[in-house]
C-alpha cells in the first residue's frame, strides 16, 4: 500500500495587519489544502511568514524547510511569488535538494519552476522601473513627493466655512488625480492590496494631502475620488 506523499505547507503574507486579519492566508491556505488533496498527500505542519518577499532572511521559511528536509516531505506554497521574487534565492533552493512544489502550477518541475523564477526575477526589475517611471511622470505634473508644504495652511482654511469645505474638497480630488496613475502602476505591478498600495507608497515618499503616511483608508479614500 503506497504512503502519502508528505507536505509541508509555507505562507507568507506582507504586513502584520494581514497576518492578523487573515487577508490573503484563508487564499492560500485553501489553494495548498486542494493540492494536498488531489495529490493525496498529508500536511506535516504550516508555517506562515510576516515579511516582504524581496527578503531571504525569513525565519519560519528557514523551519519549514528544515523540516522538509529531515522529513523528506516536499515543500508546498499557495504560489510562486508567495515564495520569493528573486531567482537566485529559488535557485538556491533547487540546489538544496529540497522539493518544493506551487499550488498553482502543481505539474511544474524543478526545471520549470527555474525558468519561473528568471520570469520572476526579471518582473522584479520590471516593478521597479515602472516604479520609477510613474513617480518621474507625476513629478512632471506637478505632484510633491515628499514635501508637506501647504498642507496644514489647507486644512485651516477649510474649517468653519463652506466655501473653504468645497476648497478643500477640490483640493482633495486635484490630489487624487494627480497620484493615481502612481497607484494603478503599483497595481499593474502586483501591489493588489489597499495596504500593500500604502506601504509602497510609503516607500517612495508619497505623501498624503495631508503630508501623512498612506494607510489602507487613506488609499480607499483616494480611489473614491479620483
Known sequence: ???????????????????????GLAAQEAAVKEYANNASGAVLASFTEIESGKRDDRPELTKALQLADVTGATLVIAKLDRLSRDAAFLLQLQKSGIRFAAADIPNADNTTIGVLAVIAQTEREAISRRTKEALAAAKARGVKLGNPNGAEALRRAG?????????????????AAKVKPIVDALG???????????????????????GKSWHSSSVRNLLARS
Open 159 to 175: 474649517r468653519g466655512n463652506q466655501a473653504g469645505t468645497a476648497a478643500a474638497a477640490r483640493k482633495a480630488k486635484e490630489h
Open 188 to 210: 499593474e505591478s502586483g501591489f493588489k492590496t489597499f495596504g500593500a498600495i500604502a506601504g509602497a507608497l510609503n516607500a517612495r515618499g508619497v505623501l498624503t494631502l495631508h
Open 1 to 23: 500500500m503506497a504512503t502519502s506523499p508528505k507536505l509541508v505547507a509555507y505562507y507568507r503574507v506582507s504586513t502584520a495587519r494581514q497576518g492578523r486579519s487573515g487577508l
